[in-house]
C-alpha cells in the first residue's frame, strides 16, 4: 500500500510544479529566451520559419523499434523518415475564470504567425517554445482538423499507418477536440467525424472498406466500448512483423457516416467518467479508435509517392495489391494533481493508474528523444498500443491542449515539455502493401464455381440434344427403313405387273398374229365382196375391241401413276421434313453431318432408283403406245389426253403448294392479330398506371408542402429553445454536487423542536453557505425572471437529452431554495422530475434528477405528495438498478429527508424504500453510507418521539428490516459524520423499551456504555447516558456483565 501511495504522488509530481532537475535540464535544452533567430538542438527551420523538421539520425544511430512487416520484397517497400508533427491548443478561459473575483492572471502568450509561445513564469521571465503549429482559443475545429489530422488521413487513405493522440491536463478540451460529434453544429466536429468523413468521402464502397474498433484503457485493463462485455482484452505482438493486435475486440464495417456516428455515441455512453473540481464529465480512461482501411491497388490508376511504388504493381503474374493501413486516434485521460482535482475513493484509483500510464507514456518519449538503447515500452498497456506511433513505422500527429491560467503553471510546463520532447521523435513510415490472396482467391473460386456451373450446363445440354438427335435419327432411321420397305414392295409389285403386262401383250399381239392368218385364209375363200363385207364387220369388231383394251389398259395405267404420284409426294415432304431436320442437327452437331449427308445420298439413290423405275416403265409404254400406234389409230389421242392428265397433276401439286403456303401466312396474321391486341391491353394498363403515378405525385407534392411548413415552425421552435437552451448553460453550475452539499448541510442542522405535523424544522442556514451560494442563486432567479419558471419545466419534457440535462440542474437548483418549493410543484415540476426518473435511461438526468427531489423532499408539503405519487417506488427502483455512486448518493439524501417525517414511515415501509436505503450499502462508497445512517437516524428519531409522547407503541419498524445489525456493524466506521449518525440512530432505538430484547440479544447494550464514555458529541454522550440509566434491562444486562 506505502509502495503504491508512493508510486502515485511520483505520477502525480511527474505533472505537477515539481518537476525536478531533469525536467529544468530539458527545457534548457530546447527552449530559448528570444523570439528572435534561436533554434532547437536537433531541429531546424524550413523556409520562412513556418514549419520545423527534426534532422533525420544517421543510419547508424537510427533504431527500428518494430520488427519489419512482411512485405513482398524490398523493391516493394517504400520507407521514409518523418518526425512526429506537435500542435499546441489553448482553451478559452471557463466560467470559474470569467469571473471578477477568480484574480485570473495569464502564463501563456501566444504567436502563432511565429508558430512560437511563451511560458511566463512572473513579470519578468519567459521562456519561449516553437511548435509545428500553435492554435489560439478561438481557432476553429475545422482549422485544426486540416493543419494536424488531415495529412495524416491522407497518407492513411495511401497505404501508410497514421496517428493523431491529444495529450494535455483534464479539463483542457482533448475530448472536444478529438471526439466531439457536433449533431447539433457541425463545425464543432471533432477530429474522429472529420477524419471518417473524409476516408468514406474518399474511396470506392465496391472495392474498398473501413472497419472501426473503439476500445478504453481503464485501470490497465482494455474493455470494448462498443460490446461492454467485452473487458480484459489481451495484446498480441506478431513475432514476425511487430504488429500489435487486440484479439476479442469488436470489428465493425463501417456503412456510411451516421452509422459511425451511431457507434461512436454508443462508445461515448459506455465510457468512464466522473465529476472532479477540475471537469464535470471527466474522462477516467484512455479512449483509442482503431480505423482499418483496406484498398485494392489498381495497376492503372495507381497513386504511389515515389517511383518506387509506381513499379510494384499487380505483378506479372496477375496477383491483386492491396493496401493495409490503420489509422489510430487516441483521447489520453487527462494527467491531474489529487489537491486540485479533490479525487478520492475509487476515483484515486482512476487517478493513480492514469498517472502510471502517462508516466510510462513521457519515459519511452524520453527514451526516444535521446536515442536511447532500451525503450520502457513494456511498462504499460497504453506504450504498447503505441508503440508503432512513437519511434515506428507510422506518421503521427500530437496536439497538446493547455489552460493559460498562471493557477495550472505546473501542468502547463509539463504539459509543453512534453511536446517538445515529442517533437524530436522519428519515424520511419513504410508503404505496406500485400498480395490480395484472398481477394483472388474469391475471384478464382467464383470463376471455377461459374465454368464449372458453365461446363454442367453445356454437358447436361449436350446429353439433352444427344438423346434428341438420337432420337430423331431413330426416327429417320424408321422412316428410312420404313419408306425403303415400301420402295421395294412397290418395285416388286411394279415389276409383277409389268411382266403381266408383257404377258399381256405378247398374248394381244399372238391373237392378232393368229387373227391375221385367218382374215388371209378367209381371203381366199369368200367372195371378195363377202370379204369386204366380213373385212368391213370384222374391222368393226376388232376396233371396237381395241377401243375397249386400251380404254381399260388406259385406265389401268392412269391409276398406277396417280399412286406413283402420290408416293413421290409422300415422299418429297418426307425428304423435305429430313433436310429441315439435318439443317437443325448441322447447326448443333458437326460431327452428325456425315451420317445426315449419308441419309441424304440415300434418300437421292433411292428417289433416282425410283425415278429411273419410272421413267423405264413409261419407255416401256411408250414402246407399246409405238407398237399400237401402228394398230390402233386412235393410240395418239389417248396419249395426248394422258399428257393432260399429267399437267393436270402437276398443276394440281403446284395448288397444294401455294394452299399450304397461305395457311402460314393466315397462321402468322392470326398470331400478329393476337400480340396486336396484347400490345393494346398493355398499352391501356400503363395509360392506367401513368394516371395513378400522377395522382400518386400530386398528392406527395401537397404532403411535402404541408411537411416543409411544419418544418419551418418545428425549427422556429427549435431556435427558441436553443436560445433558452444557451441562458441555461451559462446559468448552470459547474457540478451536480452544489445542490446537494445545501441538502446535507441543511438536514444535518434538524432542530430538536417537533413541529406542528411531528417533523423536525429546519434551522436557516449558517452564514458561510449563503455566501457560497449567492452568487448562484443570483443567476438562477434572474434567468427564472427572464425565461420564466414554465418554459424551463416544459424543457424537462424535451426529446434531447442534453437539454433534458440543463433544464433538471436549473430545477434542482432552484428546488434548493424555500421560496421556489412550491412554486415547483404547483406549476408541475414534481409531477415532471417523476416522470424523467420513471422514464430515462441517462445515468446523469437520472443523477440530478434524484438530486432535485432530494431537495423537494426537503418541504413537508412536498414529502407527503412525493409518496402519494409513488416517488418512493420509483427512488426504490432507481437504486436497484443503477450502480453509479454519485446517483445512489442523491437518492439516499432524497429517501434520509422523507424519513424525517413520521406520518410517511408505513407508507415508505410498503414501498420498500428502507429496504432500498439499507440495500445502498452495496457500493461501498463512503458518502452513500453517510447519507443511509443519516435516513435511519432521521426515521429512529421520528420514532422515540412518537413512543415519548404516547402515540407510538411496538417494536421499532427498522429492526424488522434488519437496521440495528447494520447499525452495529459499522459503528465504529472511520467517517465521523456517518459515526455521529449511526450513534444517534441507536440512542433514539433504544428509547423504545420494546427493542430492549433485541439490543441484549445483538450486544447493543455494550455499544451504548461505548457511546456514553467515547463519543465525540456531549449531546450524544449524555443521551445514552440517560437512556442506560431510565431502562432497568439495560442496567440488569449491565450487572450481570460484571
Known amino acids: 500500500m506505502a509502495s503504491a501511495l508512493r508510486s502515485s504522488m511520483a505520477t502525480t509530481g511527474h505533472h505537477s510544479n515539481s518537476s525536478g532537475r531533469f525536467e529544468k535540464q530539458q527545457a534548457s535544452s530546447f527552449t530559448s529566451s528570444s523570439s528572435s533567430s534561436s533554434s532547437v538542438s536537433g531541429v531546424s527551420s524550413r523556409g520562412n520559419g513556418v514549419a520545423n523538421r527534426t534532422k533525420a539520425p544517421s543510419p547508424s544511430s537510427r533504431r527500428s523499434v518494430t520488427p519489419n512487416s512482411r512485405t513482398r520484397s524490398s523493391s516493394e517497400c517504400a520507407l521514409d523518415s518523418e518526425r512526429v508533427r506537435v500542435a499546441v491548443r489553448v482553451r478559452p478561459r471557463n466560467a470559474e475564470e470569467l469571473l471578477p473575483e477568480s484574480d485570473f492572471v495569464e502564463c501563456v502568450e501566444l504567436q502563432p504567425e511565429l508558430k512560437r509561445l511563451k511560458l511566463r513564469k512572473n513579470n519578468w521571465t519567459s521562456e519561449s517554445y516553437r511548435f509545428d503549429e500553435v492554435f489560439t482559443d478561438t481557432a476553429s475545429q475545422r482549422r485544426i482538423y486540416e493543419a494536424v489530422a488531415k495529412p495524416v488521413v491522407e497518407s492513411v487513405l495511401n497505404g501508410y499507418n497514421g496517428t493523431v493522440m491529444a495529450y494535455g491536463q483534464t479539463g483542457t478540451g482533448k475530448t472536444y477536440t478529438l471526439g466531439k460529434l457536433g449533431k447539433d453544429d457541425t463545425s464543432e466536429r471533432g477530429i474522429m467525424v472529420r477524419a471518417l468523413e473524409d476516408i468514406l468521402s474518399s474511396i470506392s464502397p ?74 464535470t464529465e471527466s474522462s477516467r480512461s484512455h479512449a483509442i479508435l482503431m480505423v482499418y482501411v483496406r484498398r485494392p491497388v489498381h495497376e492503372n490508376a495507381k497513386d504511389g509517392p515515389t517511383s518506387q511504388e509506381k513499379v510494384s504493381s499487380s505483378g506479372s503474374n496477375g496477383i491483386p495489391v492491396v493496401r493495409k493501413s490503420k489509422l489510430l486516434i487516441v483521447d489520453l485521460a487527462g494527467s491531474e494533481r489529487l489537491d486540485k482535482s479533490g479525487s478520492e475513493g475509487h476515483m484515486l484509483e482512476e487517478t493513480k493508474f492514469i498517472n502510471l500510464s502517462l508516466t510510462s507514456l513521457g519515459k519511452c518519449i524520453n527514451a526516444l528523444a535521446e536515442n536511447s538503447p532500451h525503450i520502457p515500452f513494456r511498462e504499460s498497456k497504453l506504450t504498447r498500443l503505441l508503440r508503432d506511433s512513437f519511434g515506428g513505422s507510422a506518421r503521427t500527429s500530437l496536439i497538446v491542449t493547455i489552460g493559460s491560467s498562471a493557477r495550472h503553471y505546473a501542468e502547463t510546463t509539463s504539459t509543453i515539455m512534453f511536446g517538445q520532447r515529442a517533437i524530436k521523435i522519428v519515424n520511419t513510415v513504410k508503404l505496406k502493401e500485400d498480395f490480395d490472396y484472398e481477394s483472388l482467391c474469391r475471384k478464382l473460386e467464383n470463376q471455377v464455381d461459374h465454368l464449372t456451373a458453365e461446363v454442367e450446363r453445356q454437358q447436361k445440354l449436350g446429353d439433352d440434344d444427344r438423346n434428341l438427335l438420337e432420337k430423331q435419327l431413330r426416327e429417320c432411321q424408321e422412316s428410312f427403313a420404313e419408306a425403303k420397305k415400301n420402295l421395294i414392295t412397290r418395285s416388286e409389285f411394279l415389276e409383277k405387273e409389268n411382266t403381266r403386262l408383257e404377258l399381256e401383250v405378247k398374248d394381244i399381239l399372238n391373237e392378232l398374229k393368229q387373227q391375221q392368218d385367218q382374215n388371209d385364209l378367209m381371203h381366199d375363200k369368200i367372195v371378195q365382196l363377202e370379204l369386204n363385207l366380213k373385212e368391213r364387220k370384222q374391222n368393226q369388231l376388232e376396233s371396237s375391241t381395241y377401243q375397249k383394251v386400251l380404254a381399260d389398259t388406259t385406265q389401268m395405267y392412269e391409276k398406277k ?6 408416293q413421290l409426294k409422300d415422299e418429297q415432304t418426307r425428304a423435305e421434313i429430313v433436310d429441315e431436320g439435318l439443317d437443325a442437327l448441322k447447326k448443333l452437331l458437326n460431327d452428325s453431318q456425315r451420317t445426315i449427308k449419308q441419309h441424304e445420298m440415300e434418300n437421292s439413290r433411292y428417289q433416282k432408283a425410283l425415278l429411273d423405275t419410272t421413267q423405264m416403265y413409261e419407255n416401256k409404254i411408250a414402246e407399246l403406245s409405238k407398237q399400237l400406234k401402228d394398230e390402233q389409230s386412235h393410240s395418239e389421242m389417248l396419249k395426248e389426253q394422258l399428257d393432260s392428265v399429267k399437267k393436270l397433276l402437276s398443276e394440281n401439286q403446284v395448288s397444294m403448294q401455294e394452299q399450304k403456303e397461305i395457311e402460314k401466312l393466315c397462321g402468322k396474321l392470326q398470331e400478329t392479330c393476337q400480340l396486336h391486341e396484347q400490345t393494346l391491353n398493355e398499352l391501356q394498363s400503363l395509360k392506367s398506371e401513368y394516371k395513378d403515378l400522377l395522382e400518386n405525385k400530386v398528392t406527395i407534392t401537397e404532403e ?16 427558441t429553445v436553443e436560445n433558452e437552451l444557451v441562458k441555461l448553460k451559462m446559468a448552470v453550475p459547474e457540478t451536480e454536487n452544489d445542490f446537494e452539499d445545501k441538502k446535507l448541510h441543511t438536514k444535518e442542522s434538524i432542530c430538536k423542536v417537533p413541529s406542528a405535523f411531528g417533523s423536525p424544522t429546519r434551522l436557516e442556514k449558517s452564514i458561510p453557505l449563503k455566501d457560497t451560494f449567492s452568487g448562484q442563486r443570483a443567476t438562477i432567479a434572474k434567468i427564472c425572471e427572464e425565461v420564466g419558471l414554465q418554459k424551463i419545466l416544459q424543457l424537462l419534457t424535451s426529446e434531447d437529452p442534453d437539454v433534458q440535462i440543463h433544464a433538471v440542474k436549473v430545477v434542482a437548483n432552484l428546488a434548493a431554495e424555500d421560496i421556489n418549493q412550491e412554486r415547483i410543484v404547483e406549476e408541475g415540476g414534481l409531477d415532471a422530475l417523476l416522470m424523467l426518473l420513471r422514464s430515462s435511461q441517462n445515468a446523469t438526468i437520472l443523477r440530478v ?114 437496521a440495528l445489525t447494520w447499525l452495529l456493524a459499522n459503528s465504529n466506521t472511520s ?68
Open 206 to 279: 465496391a472495392f474498398d472498406s473501413v472497419e472501426i474498433s473503439y476500445l478504453q484503457l481503464y485501470m490497465e485493463s482494455i474493455q470494448d466500448l462498443l460490446a461492454p462485455e467485452k473487458i480484459n482484452i489481451p495484446i498480441n505482438d506478431d513475432p514476425k512483423t511487430g504488429e500489435v493486435s487486440l484479439p476479442g475486440a469488436s470489428v465493425v464495417k463501417i456503412q456510411d457516416l451516421d452509422h459511425f456516428l451511431q457507434l461512436l455515441q454508443i462508445g461515448e455512453t459506455n465510457r468512464h467518467a466522473a465529476n472532479t473540481k477540475l471537469n
Open 561 to 566: 401413276m396417280a399412286e406413283l404420284v402420290k
Open 704 to 719: 411535402l408542402q404541408t411537411v416543409r411548413q411544419r418544418f419551418l415552425i418545428e425549427e422556429k421552435q427549435r431556435k
Open 849 to 962: 434528477t434524484s438530486g432535485a427531489i432530494a431537495n423537494l423532499a426537503m418541504n413537508e408539503m412536498s414529502q407527503g405528495l412525493i409518496i402519494s405519487k409513488g416517488g418512493a417506488q420509483l427512488l426504490s427502483k432507481t437504486a436497484s438498478k443503477t450502480n453509479d455512486v454519485q446517483t445512489l448518493r442523491m437518492v439516499a439524501g432524497a429517501l434520509a429527508n422523507l424519513c424525517g417525517n413520521e406520518n410517511l414511515h408505513m407508507i415508505l415501509i410498503e414501498d420498500g424504500g428502507v429496504e432500498a436505503l439499507l440495500g445502498m450499502v452495496r457500493c461501498g462508497s463512503s458518502d452513500v453510507i453517510a447519507q443511509i445512517a443519516r435516513g435511519i437516524a432521521n426515521f429512529a428519531k421520528c420514532e422515540s418521539r412518537g413512543v415519548i409522547q404516547g402515540h407510538r407503541k411496538g417494536r421499532s419498524l427498522l429492526i424488522e428490516d434488519g
Open 975 to 1042: 467517517s465521523a459524520t456517518t459515526r455521529r449518525h449511526i450513534e444517534l440512530a441507536l440512542c433514539h432505538l433504544a428509547q423504545n423499551e420494546d427493542n430492549a430484547r433485541d439490543f441484549i440479544s445483538s450486544g447493543g447494550v455494550k455499544e451504548l456504555v461505548r457511546i456514553s464514555m467515547e463519543s465525540s458529541k456531549e449531546d450524544i454522550r449524555n443521551l445514552a447516558k440517560k437512556t442506560l440509566r431510565i431502562n432497568s434491562a439495560f442496567q440488569a444486562e449491565m450487572q450481570a456483565k460484571r
